[in-house]
C-alpha cells in the first residue's frame, strides 16, 4: 500500500509552547488528509479534514484556533497545536487520501506537554 | 451520530486458539464497515472491509460478516499466530469510501506461544 509518513513519532514540550507535526504521502499525492486524536484506551476521534488548498474543516468541539492545519501541497499537511497545554498531550494520527481510495495512515505522533 | 463499540481488551490467548472480536455500530445510513490493525510502532493497515449487508471480508485469515440485522461487524480467526498481536481497530464509513472514518476503541490482542 501507499506510504504515509508522519514527523516526530514523539515530542515533550514545555506548556505554553506550539508544536507543528507533519503528515507526508511519499509515493501518492493526497487531495484529502485527515486528522485525528486518540487518548489512552479510547478510539481515534476525527478532529479535522482538510483539503489541499482550501481552509481545513474541523469536527464539533474542536478549536480551530488551537490545532492549526495546513495543507498547502498535494504531499504534506501540518497540524499546529497553539499554547500547548498538559490536556493536548495525546496520540495524534493522520491519513491521506487520494480521490475515491481508501485513506492510508501515518503511524502517529505521541505530543506530551509538561 | 455513528459511533462503533468493540469488546474491550487486552485479549491474551495461545497460539492457534479461535480468535473473535465483537463490534456494534449504530449508524443512519447504510456504512461501510472496516478492520485495522496496528503492529507495533506502525500506523494503522487495512485489514479488511464489506460495503454492504452480508458482505464478507476477509484477508490473512481473518473474516468478518456485515450483519445488518444485528448491526455487527466481527472479526474472527480460525487459527491466531504470535505475530498477530497487535490492536484492531474497527470503523464506519458513511462516505463509502475508507476516508472519513468513525472508529471503535480498539482492542489489544496478545498471541502468546
Known amino acids: ?114 | 451520530g455513528d459511533s462503533v463499540t468493540q469488546m474491550e481488551g487486552p485479549v491474551t490467548l495461545s497460539e492457534e486458539a479461535f480468535l473473535t472480536i465483537n463490534c456494534t455500530y449504530t449508524a443512519t445510513g447504510y456504512p461501510s464497515l472496516f478492520w485495522y490493525v496496528q503492529y507495533p510502532g506502525e500506523g494503522l493497515q487495512l485489514l479488511l472491509k464489506a460495503t454492504k449487508a452480508d458482505d464478507k471480508g476477509s484477508n490473512k485469515g481473518f473474516e468478518a460478516t456485515y450483519r445488518k440485522e444485528t448491526t455487527s461487524f466481527h472479526l474472527e480467526k480460525g487459527s491466531v499466530q504470535v505475530s498477530d498481536s497487535a490492536v484492531y481497530f474497527c470503523a464506519l464509513s458513511d462516505l463509502g469510501g475508507a476516508q472519513k472514518l468513525v472508529f471503535g476503541q480498539g482492542t489489544r490482542l496478545t498471541i502468546n506461544p
Open chain 1, 1 to 114: 500500500g501507499a506510504v504515509v509518513s508522519q514527523h516526530p513519532s514523539w515530542v515533550i514540550c514545555k506548556s505554553g509552547t506550539s508544536v507543528k507535526i507533519e503528515c507526508r504521502s511519499l509515493d501518492f499525492q493526497a487531495t484529502t488528509m485527515f486528522w485525528y486524536r486518540q487518548f489512552p484506551k479510547q478510539s481515534l476521534m476525527l478532529m479535522a479534514t482538510s483539503n489541499e488548498g482550501s481552509k481545513a474543516t474541523y469536527e464539533q468541539g474542536v478549536e480551530k484556533d488551537k490545532f492549526l492545519i495546513n495543507h498547502a501541497s498535494l504531499t504534506l499537511s501540518t497540524l499546529t497545536v497553539t499554547s500547548a497545554h498538559p490536556e493536548d498531550s495525546s496520540f495524534y494520527i493522520c491519513s491521506a487520501a487520494d480521490v475515491n481510495t481508501e485513506a492510508f495512515f501515518g503511524q502517529g505522533t505521541r505530543l506530551t506537554v509538561v
